[in-house]
């Protein structure tokens, strides 16, 4: 018998020619190009601004570093998870900088 399960909550999505888990999925309208890119988002978040970084290919650990590290340098507040980086400012340049000096060519995406 042949198994029909789609969906576990360890391995994500199983469907044929779908990603296998949460974080290898980009938000919509994002190419999965290799650029890594900033952008200013408020909507759903108490109409407070935050700066979203996304397509940085890093490991989960990696990642997470790289999170903490802007967060210091900024001085704002922010998370790390599914394959974002999330930081409380609302000065997008200056994340762009702060990537830069990491070593990280970064694209400012949206309005």
Do not use: H, W
């Given at each position: ?7 576990s ?12 888990k ?6 919509s ?10 952008r200013?988002?408020?909507k759903?978040?108490g ?5 979203v970084?996304f397509g ?22 922010g998370?790390?998870?599914d394959?974002?980086?999330v930081i ?7 994340v ?6 990491e ?9």
């Open positions: 018998m042949k198994d029909k399960t789609v969906y909550t360890e391995r994500g999505d199983l469907r044929e020619g779908r990603p296998r949460k974080s290898e999925r980009m938000p309208g994002i190419k999965n190009d290799g650029v890594v890119r900033v200013r988002e408020a759903g978040r109409g407070k601004p935050v700066t970084i940085l290919p890093l490991s989960e650990t990696a990642f997470s570093s790289l999170a903490s590290k802007l967060k210091r340098e900024l001085g704002a507040g998370t790390a998870k394959g974002t980086i409380q400012c609302d000065d997008t340049e200056r762009i900088a702060a990537l830069a000096r070593g990280y060519e970064a694209k400012r995406a949206g309005g």
